[in-house]
C-alpha cells in the first residue's frame, strides 16, 4: 500500500449498459461508483472501502496515528480504517462493530456494541492499558429527515465521545463523524473543557453532496 493517497488519473465517464432491470436509485449508485476515483484508488490499492482515504487525508492533515499507537476503532466494519491505523504506525488497533469484519493482519475485532459493560476493560486488556487514538466512522440509518438524522447521529457521537474519556490516556485524540449542523452545544462543551484542540473537517474523500464531516479532537485531559 505504497503512496496510499494517489489517485489514479481522470478518465471518460463510464455509462451503464443493461441497466433497465435496476431501480432508478440503484442507477445512480452504481453510476456514481463507477466515476468515483476513490472506489478505483480504494480496490488498486487494497483498501475494504473508499472510506479509507477520508481517514488517511485526516491523518496528513492533524497527524493523528502515531508510531506505536493503540487504536480503538469503533463502527470498523469493513475494516478500512483499521488497515489505515495499522499502516501509518499503529501497533495495536482494536475494531468493534455489530457486523461480523473480515481478519486484518495485526488487527484484532470484537463483534459486538462497544456500550456493553465490560468493554472498556475488556479493550484495555487487549491494548495493553489506555489507548491515543479512538475512531468513530458510525453513523445510524438515515430516515430522509434531516433533523432527524441530525439528532440520530450527535446521540451516537456523544456515546462515543463518553467511553473515548473513559478509555483515552492524558494527550490523546477522538475523531468521530457528524452531520452538517455541526457539534450540538453540549457536546461541545464537554470536547472543548475535556480536549486541548476542537476541529469541524470535511476530508476531501468525503463526497460533496454528502452531509458528513467529522470533529477532530486532541489534547485529551483527563478530569
Known amino acids: 500500500m505504497s503512496n496510499p493517497t494517489q489517485l489514479p488519473p481522470r478518465r471518460e465517464a463510464v455509462r451503464l449498459k443493461n441497466a433497465r432491470k435496476l431501480t432508478t436509485s440503484s442507477q445512480r449508485w452504481l453510476q456514481r461508483q463507477l466515476n468515483d476515483p476513490y472506489v478505483t484508488a480504494a480496490k488498486a490499492q487494497g483498501w475494504r ?62 463483534q459486538g456494541d462497544f456500550m456493553e459493560e465490560d468493554m472498556e476493560q475488556r479493550l484495555t486488556g487487549m491494548l495493553g492499558g489506555k489507548v491515543d487514538l479512538v475512531l468513530s466512522d458510525m453513523a445510524p440509518n438515515t430516515s430522509g429527515h434531516v433533523a432527524t438524522d441530525h439528532l440520530r447521529i450527535m446521540a451516537l457521537a456523544g456515546l462515543a465521545l463518553a467511553f473515548s474519556c473513559d478509555i483515552l490516556k492524558p494527550g490523546g485524540a477522538f475523531v468521530a463523524k457528524l452531520f452538517q449542523g455541526g457539534a450540538e ?34 489534547g485529551f485531559r483527563p478530569e
Open 185 to 218: 452545544r453540549e457536546m461541545l462543551n464537554t470536547l472543548k473543557l475535556r480536549f486541548r484542540t476542537v476541529r469541524h473537517a470535511k476530508p476531501p474523500a468525503s463526497r460533496k453532496d454528502s452531509k458528513e464531516m467529522y470533529v477532530v479532537a486532541t
Open 49 to 110: 472501502s473508499r472510506a479509507a482515504f477520508k481517514l488517511i487525508e485526516l491523518d496528513e492533515k492533524y497527524n493523528l496515528i502515531t508510531k506505536g499507537a493503540r487504536v480503538v476503532d469503533l463502527g470498523a466494519a469493513p475494516g478500512g480504517w483499521s488497515q489505515v491505523a495499522l499502516a501509518r504506525g499503529a501497533a495495536r488497533v482494536v475494531g468493534i462493530d455489530l457486523l461480523p469484519i473480515d481478519p486484518v493482519e495485526g488487527a484484532s475485532f470484537i
